[in-house]
């Protein structure tokens, strides 16, 4: 006799109503879309990314910390492989990140260069 094979998920994902996670990725896809910063090779990333958004909402909606955090970290890195991630699109418009960056910034105070001769 065969043995059953076991076809049971982690957990399982409804299909229907989107989350807000979904919602907003299809945003951003949309607005990707507008900029022509995607293209038809895109396509199944982006597939992989609706329903890792999907995951996300399902698993935030059963309150499961555990698969909320490992779908959000691969949605996460399936973001920044398309784009659609402000860090990896090189967007900066936050102060804490200005601030940081700040600090790596020399600072003249007005006097006498280093190894100028005639600032003695």
Do not use: C, H, Y
Not at 10 to 24: C, H, I, N, Q, Y
Not at 35 to 61: C, F, I, P, T, Y
Not at 85 to 97: E, K, L, M
């Amino acid at each position: 006799m065969a043995g059953r094979r076991d076809t049971s998920a982690l957990f399982d994902v409804p299909a229907g109503k989107r989350g807000r996670v979904e919602t907003a990725l299809n945003r951003s896809i949309a607005a990707a879309r507008k900029s022509k910063s995607l293209d038809e090779v895109d396509a199944a990333a982006l597939g992989l990314a609706r329903a890792q958004a999907r995951g996300v909402d399902v698993a935030e909606a059963a309150r499961d910390v555990w698969a909320l955090a490992r779908i959000g970290g691969e949605l996460r890195e399936t973001l920044i492989r398309l784009r659609l991630d402000p860090v990896a699109r090189g967007a900066r418009s936050d102060s804490f990140t200005d601030f940081l960056a700040s600090l790596s910034a020399p600072v003249v105070t007005g006097g006498p260069a280093v190894g100028d001769p005639s600032g003695s």
